[in-house]
């Protein structure tokens, strides 16, 4: 009886295309690493200090590496029930924070603690490169792994997550941007006096004609909105004039190449001021077409 129910239900059962992925569910990084490069100035003040507090330079070697790894503070077992956690955090966790902690210092504004880099920004800064400085796509960091990082590190007290916010116009979420906490601060090994008093100080140098004292909670949100305000604009100028671009390049990508060098200087004179073009040589001119065609795939390395 029981074979003839189990037989009935088996042929009950509609065949479909759902099954278990062939894919590997393998950390692609598991690994990554965040240090300046050489080019980068030193920061000023408790930035500075802080970065040196997670930072240093190996005297054998010569290379840059981890003073110390901020995923093996206590910090984060004394608060590991209050943020929802039973566990300690996998092998490939503890990398990223301990990479992702010099990079939010080094991108960091001083006056209202946002990180100035977004979540894809992030993760691309902390994905491998070859020596082109290209991101390895097989090694990266993706924007997901930042994205499930960032909520836990909320509930720990280390950062706040702004409400995103919804463009009618072009149909897309605004890029999220995260502020750190003074919790965070303090995890850093920083003096939180120092560092309050910089912040205070950047306020007072940025928020000219606002009666609010710096350092106070509506200093600090106006300075934040007025951030918030900036980036917005410059978000929306970027996706503008990316797909003004690429209207562009796909009505040129059906022209033949004299064609297309000739609309593009068209283009050209109409979009640029007058006294640009009055002291631009007929080289220099054709210089600046070949370059405007680089940048849309279209100039030297087309093929017939």
Not at 160 to 169: A, G, H, M, R, V
Not at 233 to 250: G, P, V, W
Request: aromatic share 8%.
């Amino acid at each position: 009886m029981k074979k003839q129910i189990l037989m009935k239900l088996h042929n009950e059962i509609k065949l479909d295309k759902r099954h278990r992925g062939t894919h590997s569910i393998i950390c692609k990084c598991p690994k990554p690493e965040w240090f300046a490069p050489p080019n980068y100035k030193p920061l000023p003040g408790e930035l500075g200090h802080a970065m040196r507090k997670l930072v240093m330079k190996d005297k054998k070697n010569g290379k840059i590496c981890l003073r110390r790894q901020i995923s093996r503070d206590p910090y984060f077992i004394k608060l590991r029930k209050a943020a929802g956690r039973k566990r300690d955090f996998r092998p490939d966790k503890q990398a990223l924070i301990d990479a992702i902690f010099p990079l939010l210092i080094q991108k960091v504004d001083m006056g209202s603690w946002i990180v100035t880099a977004n979540i894809t920004q992030l993760a691309n800064e902390l994905s491998p490169k070859n020596k082109q400085k290209e991101i390895i796509q097989e090694t990266k960091v993706t924007p997901s792994r930042i994205s499930r990082l960032l909520p836990e590190m909320m509930r720990y007290g280390l950062c706040e997550l702004p409400s995103l916010k919804w463009d009618p116009t072009k149909k897309h979420w605004m890029p999220r941007h995260i502020i750190l906490t003074e919790r965070f601060w303090q995890l850093c090994g920083i003096n939180i006096d120092k560092i309050l008093y910089q912040r205070n100080k950047r306020l007072e140098e940025e928020l000219e004609g606002i009666i609010e004292d710096p350092g106070t909670y509506e200093s600090i949100n106006i300075a934040r909105n007025r951030w918030y305000e900036k980036m917005q604009i410059a978000t929306l100028k970027y996706r503008r004039e990316k797909a003004t671009r690429e209207k562009r390049r796909k009505k040129l990508s059906s022209l033949p190449l004299d064609q297309r060098r000739y609309t593009m200087a068209s283009w050209i004179i109409r979009s640029s001021p007058n006294h640009v073009l009055f002291n631009m040589d007929h080289e220099s001119f054709n210089r600046l077409v070949w370059k405007n065609l680089n940048q849309l795939n279209l100039g030297l390395n087309w093929k017939t």
